[in-house]
């Protein structure tokens, strides 16, 4: 993850911005404190999986500076590497008054993937048990023949063989 | 309601109805399976599929028209990527016959489907073309089965294709989206209002090696790579199966300039998109 910060924002500030990221990618692990509650304070925010990795322990209380500060994320696909430009605007009470997410991606679907995520409709999504859920079907990619399955099988064991 | 479950081409079906399923009904049902896998299979050596690539030209089977006209429609809306004559393509990486699984060569693109030419029912292609319908071939039976099913008088409650279903009365219905990184996860569940069908595509489990799926952009005959699974309700299981692999090759905005859908997508990093209106929930 690369973090830039613009130029009014103050000095000192890198590691709030970090934590901004962080909290503005409204990661799937909130697990540090600060960024629980930057994300409570951005409902529009979106996640990047590499922020949480990327996120320092961060024990940032108080002293928030206001200013824009902007951060670029970055995060791995198997087309490559993508990146998300997001802008804060931070009050001094550590308030997060504006957020805006500007797609880096250039062609293919991940382009297009990234202007909803800046338009807010991407989440990053989470596994439950399909045991404990009351539904009466599943769809998904279940539908692969027996014949190719032997296959795959067939393959592994030689691989390991 | 009762249940009636079938393996059939070695996957499982579920016909749900309102009273027990007569036995001719049953077999009318496998009949129906077995006579598309005969018509549209390109691992059958006595069908028109090798046919067409024997002599550039066969006669297809009466559904077609159906078939290749949503084929025909998204080919266009994604420029080019989707087309039925990506057998030898998906060949060329091993996912032949004989499930050799290994790529013979680099990838090769798809013949031109603008090319080709359908005067119902000859399709007339370039000599040695593979016709594959694996992106709609599923959904298309599963609306083939179900309207059988009706015009048998059958009180058909829902049609399931191994996940691919059409839901056609009774109380909505709750099906799990399976995560396309662990089969026993959900990332959410949608209700299935009766009237609309529900596909799926997913890029994981019928992958064979490094980057190697079923899911191939056509013009270049390599697999895609920024979608890991797609799930598409529509009114007709045909339109909803071919959505479903659409959505991995164009932009769900693009392909609703022709289809009335809704949809999600997991795209490769984990994140989940909406089209449309789903009822249901999303876990994030």
Known sequence: MKLTRLPQAAAGAAAVSLMLLTAACGSDDSSSEASSEATSASPSAEATQDATDAAPDTGATGAYKAGDYDAEGSYQTPGGTQSVEVEVTLEADGTITAVEVDPQAEGGNSEMFQKKFAGGISEVVVGKKIDELDVSKVAGSSLTSGGFNAAIEDITGQAQA | ?284
């Open chain 2, 1 to 284: 309601m009762h249940t009636w479950g079938f393996e059939t081409l070695g996957t499982a079906w579920q016909v749900d109805t309102a009273t027990p399923l007569g036995e001719a009904s049953r077999e009318r049902v496998r009949e129906r399976v077995e006579q598309y896998d005969r018509d549209w299979s390109r691992f059958r050596t006595d069908g028109p599929v090798a046919e067409l690539a024997r002599h550039g030209r066969a006669a297809l089977a009466d559904e077609a028209d159906d078939l290749l006209g949503v084929y025909t429609t998204l080919h266009r809306l994604t420029d080019g990527a989707m087309n039925p004559l990506v057998g030898g393509s998906l060949e060329r990486l091993g996912y032949d016959p004989a499930y050799s699984l290994q790529p013979s060569g680099e990838p090769v693109a798809a013949p031109s489907w603008d090319a080709a030419t359908w005067t119902p029912p000859v399709l007339e292609a370039p000599p040695a073309t593979v016709l594959d319908v694996g992106a709609a071939g599923k959904g298309h039976l599963v609306d083939l089965v179900t309207d059988l099913l009706l015009a048998d008088g059958v009180d058909v409650v829902t049609v399931d294709g191994s996940g691919d279903l059409r839901h056609v009365a009774g109380e909505p219905l709750r099906v799990a989206l399976e995560h396309p990184d662990d089969s026993s996860l959900a990332v959410g569940v949608i209700e299935l209002d009766p009237g609309r069908a529900l596909c799926a595509s997913a890029t994981n489990r019928r992958a064979w090696g490094d980057g190697l799926h079923h899911v191939l952009d056509a013009r270049t005959g390599t697999p895609t790579r920024d979608v890991a699974a797609t799930w598409v309700v529509a009114e007709r299981a045909l339109a909803a199966d071919a959505l479903a692999t659409a959505l991995f090759l164009a932009p769900a905005d693009r392909l609703a300039e022709a289809f009335d859908f809704s949809a999600l997508v997991i795209t490769a990093d984990g994140r989940a998109a909406v089209h449309g209106d789903l009822t249901g929930e999303l876990f994030s």
